[in-house]
């Protein structure tokens, strides 16, 4: 049986179902998750039964915080829909038989947005949606590099497909997107 979390749902406090000290307790149990995993490697051994998850590109090390990833290991995203050209929604498994939902930011890029300020905008937000789609669609997503992104509810992360290793790398190279480092986002109007 596979367990689906949301940090959306989980970050928003409802009048209706109080979180209370649950919210803790659930981040404490993710980082353990990502902890364990980054500890164990699939073996080569195809009777054993990791050996399902050996097929899967390594994720890089990299520290965000206090937490460093393993670059033996990879997580596989299955894509549930394209928000933008530069964010998608996926379900993350952490861990064999927990996956968890979340917004995947490509991480260095910057994608116009289809809240637009100007009709110019709107148009190249269509057109960078549909191009993740697209590179998306090639199927065998993983994400690597994870780490927090300034929304809550999202993280940032390298994306790579079957057919494309780095997702941020194509959507730059086809005037999808554009470079970015974290602060104040250009206009798309001028």
Same mark, same amino acid.
């Given at each position: 049986?596979?367990?689906?979390?949301?940090? #959306?749902?989980?970050?928003?406090?409802?009048?209706?179902?109080?979180?209370?000290?649950?919210?803790?307790?659930? +981040?404490?149990?993710? &980082?353990?998750?990502? +902890?364990?995993?980054?500890? %164990?490697?699939?073996?080569?051994?195809?009777?054993?039964?990791?050996?399902?998850? #050996?097929?899967?590109?390594?994720?890089?090390?990299?520290?965000?915080?206090? /937490?460093?990833?393993? @670059?033996?290991?990879?997580? /596989?995203?299955?894509?549930?829909?394209?928000? $933008?050209?530069?964010?998608?929604?996926?379900?993350?498994?952490?861990? @064999?038989?927990? $996956?968890?939902?979340?917004?995947?930011?490509?991480?260095?890029?910057?994608?116009?947005?289809?809240? #637009?300020?100007?009709?110019?905008?709107?148009?190249?937000?269509?057109?960078?949606?549909?191009?993740?789609?697209?590179?998306?669609?090639?199927? &065998?997503?993983?994400?690597?590099?994870?780490?927090? $992104?300034?929304?809550? &509810?999202? %993280?940032?992360?390298?994306?790579?497909?079957?057919?494309?290793?780095?997702?941020?790398? #194509?959507?730059?190279?086809?005037?999808?997107?554009?470079?970015?480092? +974290?602060?104040?986002?250009?206009?798309?109007? +001028?």
């Amino acid at each position: 049986m596979t367990s689906h979390l949301s940090f #959306a749902a989980l970050s928003h406090r409802r009048h209706d179902r109080p979180l209370g000290g649950l919210l803790p307790i659930l +981040g404490v149990i993710f &980082g353990l998750g990502l +902890g364990v995993g980054a500890i %164990i490697r699939s073996p080569s051994t195809p009777n054993h039964p990791i050996a399902a998850f #050996a097929d899967r590109a390594p994720i890089a090390a990299t520290r965000h915080g206090a /937490a460093a990833f393993n @670059p033996q290991l990879t997580y /596989a995203a299955e894509v549930l829909r394209v928000i $933008d050209g530069d964010t998608f929604a996926a379900r993350v498994r952490v861990w @064999p038989g927990l $996956d968890v939902d979340t917004k995947v930011r490509l991480r260095s890029i910057d994608a116009p947005e289809l809240h #637009a300020r100007c009709a110019r905008e709107y148009l190249q937000a269509e057109a960078a949606r549909t191009a993740l789609q697209t590179i998306l669609a090639a199927g &065998g997503v993983t994400v690597s590099h994870i780490g927090a $992104d300034k929304y809550r &509810g999202r %993280i940032d992360a390298d994306v790579m497909t079957r057919g494309t290793a780095d997702v941020s790398a #194509a959507m730059l190279k086809g005037g999808w997107a554009r470079s970015y480092d +974290g602060g104040r986002r250009g206009s798309w109007c +001028g």
